[in-house]
C-alpha cells in the first residue's frame, strides 16, 4: 500500500475514533499523519481535524467530572426524601441509605448501591430510532388554532386529525410523543389508541392518569415509552411518586424526565445545572432498578433556560445548547440512552421567525449530535402550545436540513462545544440546598452571564471556522437579536 493510501486508512481511523469520542487515539492517529505525509490537500484535512481535538479532550473531561458530582450529590448532599415514607421504606430495606454520613444535608445514598444499581440500566433501547431523532411532545395545555383563538385542549375529533397527520410525516417524525393535552371527549388511553393505529414508529405517553389495567398497556411494546418523573429541586413530587413506582413496577420503558430551569429550580452555570440534573434522573433510575430490576430507562434530562423576565425561553440560543451538552453526557460517558428538548420557540403565533428559530434550534442540535428530541415540531409558546399549521411547516424545513446534512462531507468529524468549565459547581449545588433556592444562592448570582459568555465562544469559534456553510453555523447570533430568517 502506497504511502498516501496509508495515510487515508490512518485518517479514516481518526474520523472513527472521534465519531466514538476517543479524542486522545484521535489526536495521537493525527499527530502521525503530520510527521510522516506530504500530500497537502490530505494534510489539510488532518490540520482541520487537528485544531479542534484539545478542545473536544477538554470538554470531555469536564462531561466526565458531571457524572462523578452526579454521583456525589447523591452521596454527599442527598436527596429530600426523608417525608416520604414511601421511598424511605423502599431504600432502608435495600440497604441503600449512607446512615453513617453526617455531612450530608439531605439523605444520602451508599455510593456501591449508587454504582450497582447503575450498572443494571440497559444501555441499549428497545425501538432506538438512532441519533438526531426529532419529534413532538411536551404535552402542551393548549392547541392552536389557525381559525379560532380561543385557548382549550383537543377533543376527540382533533385528536383523530392530529394523529392521522403525524402518521403522514413519519419520513421526518421518528418519535411521536404525546402532543397536546386532550379534553374530556377523549381520554388519555384512547389518545394511546389513536397514536398506536396512526403511527408504528417510536411512541411516547405519560400514564399518571391512566388505570392500573391502561397502564399495561405499555409493557412488552419496544415501540412504546412511558414518560414519568420523580424529582426536582433536589426533592420528590408527592403526586408523581405512586405513578411512577407503578410504571418501574409494571416493567414499562421509562423516560425519565427532568425539566429544571437554570437559575430557577437549578444551579445557574452550565455545569452546575448539568450535575444536578444528571443526580436527580440518576437518583429516578436508583429507584426503578431497586423495584424492578433491569427494567429499561431512559435518560430525560431536559435542562431549561430563562429569558430576561425569568419565564422559560424556548427562543433562547442557550437552550439547544445545554440540551446538546446535556445529551453528550451521556452519548460519550454514561451510554444511557437519553431524550432531550429543543426545536421550539417562545413565540406564540405561526410566524416566519417562529418557523426559522425552531429550525435553526433543529439544526444546532443536529450539528452537535444528539438522541432523541421532543417538542421540535409543531410546538409555540416554549411548550404551551401544539400547531398543526407549525408541524407541518417544521416538518418541510426538517426535510431540507436532513437533505443538506446527508449530503455534507462525512469527514468534518466532531463539534467542539467549548462547554464552559466550573470548578465550584458541585458547591453551588450545595449551598442551593443549604439554602433551599437557588435565587438566593452566591454561586446563581455570580454565574448571571455564564450562558451569555458560553454562547460568544462559540460564535467567535464558529465565524473562524465554519462546519455546514450552507447553514451558517453564526445563524445562532441572528435569532438571539431578534431578526428575521428568509
Known amino acids: 500500500m502506497k504511502m498516501n493510501q496509508q495515510a487515508e486508512v490512518l485518517f479514516n481511523t481518526g474520523i472513527q475514533f472521534e465519531n466514538e469520542y476517543n479524542f486522545e487515539k484521535a489526536k495521537r492517529t493525527y ?30 473531561t469536564i462531561y466526565q467530572r458531571i457524572e462523578e458530582n452526579g454521583k456525589r450529590v447523591l452521596t454527599d448532599i442527598g436527596m429530600n426524601i426523608a417525608e416520604n415514607q414511601t421511598l424511605m421504606d423502599i431504600l432502608m430495606e435495600a440497604d441503600a441509605i449512607d446512615f453513617d454520613n453526617e455531612t450530608a444535608i439531605f439523605i444520602p445514598l451508599k455510593r456501591d448501591y449508587i454504582d450497582s444499581c447503575l450498572e443494571q440500566v440497559p444501555r441499549q433501547m428497545p425501538g432506538d430510532p438512532g441519533l438526531n ?25 382533533e385528536y383523530e386529525r392530529i394523529t392521522q397527520i403525524v402518521g403522514e410525516q ?74 411512577f413506582l407503578r410504571s418501574a413496577r409494571t416493567g414499562n420503558n421509562l423516560l425519565l424526565l427532568d425539566l429544571t430551569i437554570a437559575g430557577m429550580s437549578g444551579g445557574g452555570s452550565p455545569e452546575s445545572l448539568l450535575t444536578q440534573i444528571h443526580a436527580q434522573v ?37 437552550q439547544p445548547l445545554i440540551n446538546a451538552a446535556m445529551a453528550r453526557v451521556n452519548t460519550w460517558i454514561t451510554g444511557f440512552p ?4 429543543g426545536g421550539s420557540t417562545s413565540l406564540t403565533d405561526v410566524t416566519l421567525q417562529a418557523v426559522s428559530e425552531s429550525e ?65 459547581a458541585l458547591a453551588g449545588i450545595r449551598e442551593i440546598a443549604e439554602k433551599g433556592n437557588p435565587k438566593s444562592a452566591d454561586h446563581t448570582l455570580k454565574n448571571v452571564d455564564s450562558f451569555r459568555l458560553w454562547e460568544s465562544t462559540i460564535n467567535a469559534a464558529a465565524k473562524k471556522k465554519l462546519y455546514y456553510p450552507q447553514l451558517n453555523d453564526t445563524v445562532i447570533e441572528i435569532v438571539g437579536r431578534g431578526e428575521m430568517i428568509p
Open 31 to 60: 499527530a502521525e499523519i503530520l510527521q510522516h505525509i506530504k500530500d497537502e490537500p490530505l494534510l489539510e484535512k488532518v490540520r482541520w481535524r487537528m485544531e479542534d481535538m484539545d478542545g473536544l479532550i477538554a470538554e470531555k
Open 133 to 157: 431523532t426529532f419529534g413532538t411532545g411536551a404535552t402542551p395545555p393548549f392547541l392552536k388554532r389557525a381559525t379560532d383563538d380561543e385557548l382549550r385542549a383537543a377533543s376527540h375529533d
Open 170 to 243: 413519519q419520513d421526518v417524525v421518528s418519535i411521536f410523543s404525546l402532543p397536546v393535552a386532550n379534553d374530556k371527549s377523549i381520554s388519555l388511553f384512547e389518545v394511546a389508541q389513536l397514536m398506536e393505529k396512526r403511527f408504528p414508529g417510536l411512541k411516547m405517553t405519560a400514564t399518571n392518569r391512566m388505570s392500573d389495567d391502561e397502564v399495561t398497556f405499555l409493557k412488552g411494546k419496544d415501540h412504546w415509552v412511558d414518560g414519568t418523573s420523580l424529582i426536582t429541586s433536589l426533592a420528590p413530587m408527592g403526586t408523581m411518586v405512586e405513578p
Open 282 to 318: 440518576m437518583f429516578m433510575m436508583v429507584m426503578a432498578q431497586t423495584v424492578n430490576p433491569g427494567v429499561s430507562c431512559i435518560h430525560g434530562g431536559i435542562p431549561g433556560v430563562t429569558e430576561m423576565g425569568g419565564d422559560l425561553s424556548y427562543s433562547s440560543p442557550h
Open 338 to 341: 437519553s431524550a432531550q428538548s
Open 360 to 424: 435553526l434550534s433543529r439544526n444546532s442540535l443536529r450539528k452537535y449530535g444528539v438522541h432523541i428530541v421532543r417538542h421540535a415540531l409543531g410546538a409555540l409558546g416554549s411548550l404551551n402550545f401544539f400547531s398543526l399549521e407549525k408541524f407541518l411547516e417544521d416538518c418541510e424545513r426538517e426535510r431540507r436540513s436532513k437533505q443538506i446534512f446527508t449530503e455534507s462531507p462525512k469527514d468534518r468529524g466532531v463539534i467542539p462545544m467549548y462547554f464552559p468549565a466550573d470548578d465550584q
